[in-house]
């Protein structure tokens, strides 16, 4: 508890540091594949990782890649969208799920958790508000719909301590109790809900000249990474599954 003081400040740092890395331009959604392939539709709600912060275009970002890596596997035309910002918390996601229409989504893809963590946000508050969001999203038509997991912020290289150790364990507290929404949410249909935290391992040869996000390369290594887990659970999705046509 000595320390929080001095994590505290560290904090303020992080959040002005993590402003100097690139925010993609480009359009938030578009299309890939074989045009006349059945459709299949991606969404991507989140922070930073979701918007592709760290990239200099939209279309090197996660969402593009990951929708061309799933066109490729399912043999289908992906149409692919982001509802993102580089500050969200998972109670500002919500507030703008919840005050405009969600898009009909086939999968859906959430990637929170790295803001919540840096602003220490109750437990209890982000379990309440993962879960709504989450139902929100099943709301408009998720057949499968996809926690990526809490980005361990304490694994990067460019935190000082003491406030790597303190974001890190945060990070895995709020990971955990997102795996457990994940597994409250639908138990009947267990494949419909997942929760798929790529480790951050994965990203370190991939982060940009601040340390704080993934390369081009990294988020394309997340999507080959991602790509290859959804795949094979869409395709063994149920067709008892609630709105779901087969096209796997």
């Given at each position: 508890?000595?320390?929080?003081?001095?994590?505290?400040?560290?904090?303020?740092?992080?959040?002005?540091?993590?402003?100097?890395?690139?925010?993609?331009?480009?359009?938030?959604?578009?299309?890939?594949?074989?045009?006349?392939?059945?459709?299949?539709?991606l969404l991507l709600a989140g922070d930073?990782?979701?918007?592709?912060?760290?990239?200099?275009?939209?279309?090197?970002?996660?969402?593009?890649?990951?929708?061309?890596?799933?066109?490729?596997?399912?043999?289908?035309?992906?149409?692919?969208?982001?509802?993102?910002?580089?500050?969200?918390?998972?109670?500002?996601?919500?507030?703008?799920?919840?005050?405009?229409?969600?898009?009909?989504?086939?999968?859906?893809?959430?990637?929170?958790?790295?803001?919540?963590?840096?602003?220490?946000?109750?437990?209890?508050?982000?379990?309440?508000?993962?879960?709504?969001?989450?139902?929100?999203?099943?709301?408009?038509?998720?057949?499968?719909?996809?926690s990526s997991g809490v980005r361990m912020?304490?694994?990067?290289?460019?935190?000082?301590?003491?406030?790597?150790?303190?974001?890190?364990?945060?990070?895995?507290?709020?990971?955990?109790?997102?795996?457990?929404?994940?597994?409250?949410?639908?138990?009947?249909?267990?494949?419909?809900?997942?929760?798929?935290?790529?480790?951050?391992?994965?990203?370190?040869?991939?982060?940009?000249?601040?340390?704080?996000?993934?390369?081009?390369?990294?988020?394309?290594?997340?999507?080959?990474?991602?790509?290859?887990?959804?795949?094979?659970?869409?395709?063994?999705?149920?067709?008892?599954?609630?709105?779901?046509?087969?096209?796997?």
């Open positions: 508890m000595s320390m929080l003081p001095l994590a505290m400040a560290q904090a303020i740092w992080l959040r002005m540091a993590g402003q100097r890395s690139t925010e993609p331009l480009g359009a938030r959604s578009g299309w890939t594949g074989d045009a006349d392939a059945e459709p299949l539709r930073a990782l979701a918007l592709g912060v760290g990239c200099s275009a939209t279309e090197r970002s996660l969402a593009p890649r990951l929708a061309y890596a799933l066109a490729v596997r399912l043999r289908r035309r992906v149409e692919w969208r982001v509802i993102a910002e580089r500050s969200w918390t998972a109670a500002e996601l919500l507030r703008h799920l919840s005050l405009t229409s969600v898009p009909a989504h086939d999968i859906g893809i959430i990637v929170l958790g790295t803001n919540d963590t840096i602003s220490l946000t109750g437990r209890g508050r982000w379990r309440r508000e993962f879960q709504r969001i989450l139902e929100l999203m099943e709301s408009s038509g998720s057949r499968l719909l996809v912020t304490g694994s990067v290289p460019a935190l000082p301590w003491p406030l790597a150790s303190l974001l890190g364990e945060r990070g895995r507290q709020l990971d955990q109790d997102a795996l457990e929404v994940v597994r409250r949410c639908r138990p009947e249909v267990h494949q419909s809900n997942l929760h798929l935290p790529i480790p951050a391992a994965e990203f370190g040869p991939h982060l940009e000249r601040y340390g704080f996000y993934p390369t081009a390369s990294g988020y394309a290594h997340w999507a080959r990474w991602l790509a290859e887990r959804l795949a094979a659970e869409w395709q063994a999705l149920p067709e008892t599954l609630p709105g779901f046509a087969q096209g796997g």
